[in-house]
């Protein structure tokens, strides 16, 4: 693979992950831009290397599947660190935590080869993210019972 062609993977990763990152900010969330284009960069480098190093021969075929393994639960502890409580027992956080993890799929997926899809995921991301207003409306509509767990704002 040329140069040209990895550079376009990792920077397709890193645009990605500056749009998910973008609409974090807007929110005024812990983690914003740089941090969400950084973790889709590093998972797409990631991937890239492996993929890089097997089609290379260097390596048997598990070996990407094993980074991506560890991609998942090394961004899990990552996504940990934006979840906080708040005074009222409140979870804050856990959208943010949830678009990390998916900023580093999207990453992979670019660094694998397969920018179309890591497009497609971004876009329904943001899509998702956007539905803020719409899950407030249905939590005014259908207050949660007497005893339900549960947060204001996930966020």
Same mark, same amino acid.
């Given at each position: 693979?040329? $140069?040209?062609? !990895?550079? /376009?993977? &990792?920077?397709?990763?890193?645009? +990605? ?6 609409? %974090?900010? @807007? ?43 560890? $991609?998942?639960? !090394?961004? /899990?502890? &990552?996504?940990?660190?934006?979840? +906080? ?6 979870? %804050?956080? @856990? ?61």
């Amino acid at each position: 693979m040329s $140069l040209t062609q !990895g550079a /376009g993977r &990792l920077a397709l990763a890193a645009a +990605l992950g500056c749009v998910i990152g973008l609409e %974090r900010t @807007l929110r005024g969330k812990y983690a914003g831009l740089r941090t969400h284009a950084l973790v889709s960069l590093g998972a797409a480098l990631l991937t890239f290397t492996a993929s890089d190093l097997v089609a290379g021969q260097h390596y048997d075929t598990t070996s990407v599947a094993r980074v991506v393994q560890g $991609l998942i639960t !090394g961004i /899990g502890f &990552l996504g940990a660190g934006v979840i +906080l409580h708040d005074r009222r027992n409140h979870v %804050r956080g @856990l959208t943010t935590a949830a678009a990390i993890w998916l900023d580093a799929a999207i990453g992979a997926a670019c660094g694998a080869g397969e920018g179309a899809i890591g497009v497609v995921a971004m876009l329904f991301s943001l899509a998702l993210l956007a539905a803020s207003p719409l899950e407030r409306a249905v939590r005014r509509r259908f207050p949660p019972r007497e005893g339900d767990e549960g947060s204001e704002d996930e966020g």
